[in-house]
């Protein structure tokens, strides 16, 4: 459904804006670049999302964030045909 289509693409364009501005406020934040990833992902952009990921994995506090982030990334790095699982 097209219309369904532009509303889920309108979604993923706020989130993006809104995360973008909480990382602008606070660069240290592993958590704001985990969900720029999973903005990224969601609206199609694989590259920005491992980009993304990557930071969020830089600047992890723990080892279990770290670990969860890694998962995540694994994903965001998988090839396109392999089925999407959300943790």
């Known amino acids: 459904d097209p219309e369904e289509k532009m509303v889920s693409e309108r979604k993923w364009d706020l989130a993006l804006k809104l995360v973008q501005k909480a ?22 952009n694989r590259e920005k999302a ?10 992890a506090i ?6 969860r982030y890694k998962k995540v990334l694994a994903k965001f790095e998988a090839k396109k045909d392999d089925p999407i699982i959300h943790y």
């Open 62 to 67: 723990d080892l279990d964030d770290e670990d």
């Open 23 to 44: 990382i602008e406020v606070d660069k240290t934040k592993a958590e704001y670049w985990d969900t720029l990833g999973w903005a990224y992902f969601g609206a199609g």
């Open 50 to 59: 491992v980009e993304s990921e990557k930071e969020a994995i830089r600047l």
